[in-house]
């Protein structure tokens, strides 16, 4: 998917006499990410992310992320600072979709996840939670225990197709999760999608943090359980807890984390496994004909799954 | 001069922890600039430019300063931006002297100064001109005629130790400009010390503009001058015409000049020249004993100001 838009030169001329960026010079499609049509931008001034927000963004939520990036680039958190037009504002509209400019970020995605690189990624997430507080506007998470079961609902009767007793196993994890999810832990703005390619370095130092679009507010240890099922995994699926340690250590540097959210990190990570994969269960179901990107492989998640609710504590995720 | 305050280790991790900026590696002085102390931060979290403000800039103007680059950075322009503390301000105190942290940019100042970045300057001089547009805080220039009064009086007497004649020479360019003045021509923001130093390039793209200290309402004609003393002079002051082509025309493709800014542009030159043989003197006049910059020599502005003086009109500089 990615690049759903097409926009014609005279279009993208009158789009961008609204700003003050200098005259195109190249427009390309970025392939990643699914949500939005993504595109490099470079201009007679520089370069810039170009971005239209396709259906399955709400076009209520774009205040909440375009000011999120705003709050968090004004107090030196390297992410996209939104482009504002001659009038000050940066939401517009190209093509009959909402859109807008940011800045472009220099850095490479990571190659290796390296122990330094997941040191550094726990310390710029804990940074992010910390610059957030103050941020005065909310956003509830739409991919939380309600949004989940609303997913599981649509995949429920084709999920076996994916592998056998799918189903019940996730109407299990559903119903466990239901009771066992922590409800007074420090909550705030979460990045929720914070992989490695919403990550660029420059060696080990972190240069960028992007893609802001499922932000929301949340259990800050939440965003931490997302991490450590996006960098803490091996190729084959193993657990690399060198990683786990790294991260978890980075992240205390900034954000030392609280006793009842380090004893809660097993079932936030079962929780955030099951995020993913319902999200990938349900784009398996719901491939879209002809789309550019291949959806992930959801199972990927249920082994992460697995491995979370066999574990006996928070202590074999490397925590000292 | 450049770095006239030192900063100890627990000021300065009291300092930062007013901000999200993460926790202190480095702190280096940098030797450019003479107004203020600038450091080069590195944190945990990135790298930063942090400023302290001395004696030669009045803090009355700093939210002028400050304010215009958050406000140039959000559209779009390559200039740092004002990292604001928790509390959202950024504009604080350090070692009893106002201080900000500013966004690091990433490029390096230009080498030779060919065409192709003379061209890039120009253009981005006047998407700054054009991108100030809307700011609503005013700073009337203290380096315009009558600032140049008040400078030529505090070296008069010693001006002819500098150069023979010298007293003479300026009082009568001063008397000259004094009548020749343009008052009508489009007027906005200026940078109004656009120098080398103050342009990053990554070849021969411009990644940023820096040191708005002198920024302030004039005409926008003015800061084209003083980038055509600043950029289309050869080591030998030779003025390079093949320069000063390529400056006028990447400014005219993102704001064509008016007729009658063409006109001035003799006249705007030489009091540009005059402006900086005036700071120059000025500071030629008044050495700080041991201080770390060597003043600048002021007759290299004399040559360039003699040189506007005898030209015939505005096509001398290369225009079409």
């Given at each position: 998917m990615a690049v759903y838009t097409q926009i014609g030169e005279a279009e993208l001329a009158s789009f961008l006499?609204?700003?003050?960026?200098?005259?195109?010079l190249e427009l390309e499609g970025i392939?990643?990410?699914?949500?939005n049509s993504n595109y490099r931008l470079r201009t007679t001034l520089g370069c810039f992310i170009l971005t239209i927000y396709e259906k399955r963004v709400d076009p209520k939520d774009l205040p909440f992320f375009l000011g999120l990036m705003e709050h968090l680039a004004r107090r030196g958190l390297p992410c996209p600072l939104p482009v504002a037009g001659r009038d000050g504002r940066a939401l517009r509209r190209l093509a009959g979709k909402p859109a807008a400019i940011v800045t472009f970020l220099a850095g490479t995605s990571p190659g290796r996840l390296t122990r330094e690189r997941c040191a550094a990624v726990g310390e710029a997430l804990a940074s992010m939670h910390l610059a957030a507080a103050g941020f005065p506007l909310q956003r509830p998470n739409a991919l939380a225990l309600v949004g989940w079961r609303r997913l599981f609902d649509d995949c429920r009767a084709r999920a076996d197709s994916v592998a056998p007793g799918l189903a019940e196993e996730i109407a299990a994890e559903l119903e466990a999760l239901g009771q066992a999810w922590p409800r007074d832990l420090p909550a705030g703005v979460i990045h929720a999608d914070l992989f490695p390619d919403n990550v660029f370095f420059d060696n080990a130092r972190v240069t960028g943090l992007i893609d802001?679009?499922?932000?929301?507010?949340?259990?800050?240890a939440y965003d931490l359980a997302i991490c450590l099922n996006a960098w803490c995994f091996d190729a084959d699926h193993a657990f690399n807890v060198t990683n786990a340690r790294a991260l978890l250590a980075g992240y205390c540097r900034a954000r030392p984390l609280a006793a009842a959210e380090i004893r809660a990190l097993p079932v936030l990570c079962r929780g955030s496994a099951l995020r993913f994969l319902l999200t990938r269960l349900f784009d398996w179901l719901h491939q879209v004909e002809g789309a550019l990107v291949k959806p992930k492989d959801p199972l990927e998640y249920l082994r992460r799954l697995r491995f979370h609710r066999q574990l006996r504590g928070p202590e074999a995720y490397g925590l000292d």
């Open positions: 006499d609204q700003y003050e960026v200098g005259e195109a392939r990643q990410g699914v949500e802001f679009y499922f932000a929301c507010n949340d259990l800050l």
